[in-house]
């Protein structure tokens, strides 16, 4: 059996974020994103340098407000009023998760539309449900339909199988893919069979956390295989996908690390760029 194609998510990255860079030299103005990050969960410490790092080299301002894991709910949305406050803010994005005792939704209700670079406030949520072209589309389900865009021609009547419901990916991805016509099926920790469904699918989009669950018994020979997991078994990285079996019978795939992770960084800098642009009247 011939090795499925690998989809390289690195390098589509490196090509998107020369492009971003390309729109920022053309402004005087730089756009500037606010990350707030609660706490010292090590895997958001390394998520928001990243960010921030990939940011500045695309030559925006990004400053992380690190706050103390005790903050009060009524505090972080005061810090989240004063940025949709500051003018000099184009984008805000609160790193999740958030601690227990912080209620998500109000947080992320509170971010202003226009700068909810996350697309994770119900209003650019509802838009995208509503396949409206002023939707803030969530990073990583944009990062995928890009990566999807290269390997088909056309999405329309494609199945399209996504493993977890989360609202970060498996909820806005299935949106999208629905907003690009594909036949959406999301299966999930409570659904029967799901092997068999996930068997029929032309494009299998792993994203529930558990790793390596997606095995080749799953995969229908030659279908896409996008794997969003990021999980550590004895401190080495894996995705969702039992990748060395399944390559051998899918014919696209996404690696780990090097798949979908440099693509949401690259989609989050595009989202930024776009909220900049929306909130100076340029075209773009
Ligand atoms: N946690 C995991 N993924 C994401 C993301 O895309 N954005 C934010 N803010 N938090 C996350």
């Given at each position: 059996m011939t090795n499925a194609k690998i989809i390289d998510g690195r390098a589509l990255a490196v090509e998107l974020r020369s492009e971003v860079a390309q729109k920022v030299a053309a402004h005087d103005l730089k756009p500037n994103l606010a990350v707030v990050l609660v706490g010292n969960d090590e895997a958001s410490l390394i998520y928001d340098r990243n960010k921030q790092k990939a940011a500045q080299e695309v030559g925006m301002d990004c400053h992380i407000y690190h706050l103390e894991e005790n903050i009060t709910e009524v505090e972080l949305l005061e810090l989240i009023d004063q940025l949709n406050e500051d003018v000099r803010v184009n984008g805000i994005l609160v790193q999740l998760?958030?601690?227990?005792?912080?209620?998500t939704l109000n947080i992320l209700t509170r971010i202003s539309p226009e700068k909810d670079v996350d697309g994770f406030n119900p209003y650019n949520a509802g838009l995208l449900l509503n396949n409206s072209p002023y939707a803030v589309v969530p990073a990583t389900p944009k990062g995928i339909l890009y990566m999807l865009e290269r390997v088909f021609s056309d999405l329309s009547g494609k199945k399209a199988v996504v493993i977890g419901r989360s609202n970060i990916v498996g909820k806005p991805l299935a949106a999208l893919l629905l907003n690009h016509n594909c036949t959406v099926t999301v299966v999930h920790?409570?659904?029967?069979?799901t092997e068999s469904i996930v068997a029929q699918a032309d494009i299998v989009i792993a994203a529930?956390?558990?790793?390596?669950?997606?095995?080749?018994?799953w995969i229908k020979p030659g279908a896409c295989v996008i794997d969003v997991g990021i999980n550590r078994i004895n401190g080495k990285i894996c995705g969702d996908v039992d990748f060395d079996n399944v390559q051998l019978k899918a014919g696209y795939i996404t690696p780990v690390p090097g798949g979908v992770g440099p693509m949401t960084i690259a989609m989050l800098l595009l989202n930024t760029y776009e909220a900049f642009a929306r909130q100076n009247h340029f075209n773009f």
């Amino acid at each position: 059996m011939t090795n499925a194609k690998i989809i390289d998510g690195r390098a589509l990255a490196v090509e998107l974020r020369s492009e971003v860079a390309q729109k920022v030299a053309a402004h005087d103005l730089k756009p500037n994103l606010a990350v707030v990050l609660v706490g010292n969960d090590e895997a958001s410490l390394i998520y928001d340098r990243n960010k921030q790092k990939a940011a500045q080299e695309v030559g925006m301002d990004c400053h992380i407000y690190h706050l103390e894991e005790n903050i009060t709910e009524v505090e972080l949305l005061e810090l989240i009023d004063q940025l949709n406050e500051d003018v000099r803010v184009n984008g805000i994005l609160v790193q999740l998760p958030l601690p227990k005792h912080i209620n998500t939704l109000n947080i992320l209700t509170r971010i202003s539309p226009e700068k909810d670079v996350d697309g994770f406030n119900p209003y650019n949520a509802g838009l995208l449900l509503n396949n409206s072209p002023y939707a803030v589309v969530p990073a990583t389900p944009k990062g995928i339909l890009y990566m999807l865009e290269r390997v088909f021609s056309d999405l329309s009547g494609k199945k399209a199988v996504v493993i977890g419901r989360s609202n970060i990916v498996g909820k806005p991805l299935a949106a999208l893919l629905l907003n690009h016509n594909c036949t959406v099926t999301v299966v999930h920790s409570k659904t029967l069979d799901t092997e068999s469904i996930v068997a029929q699918a032309d494009i299998v989009i792993a994203a529930c956390g558990k790793p390596k669950i997606v095995t080749e018994n799953w995969i229908k020979p030659g279908a896409c295989v996008i794997d969003v997991g990021i999980n550590r078994i004895n401190g080495k990285i894996c995705g969702d996908v039992d990748f060395d079996n399944v390559q051998l019978k899918a014919g696209y795939i996404t690696p780990v690390p090097g798949g979908v992770g440099p693509m949401t960084i690259a989609m989050l800098l595009l989202n930024t760029y776009e909220a900049f642009a929306r909130q100076n009247h340029f075209n773009f």
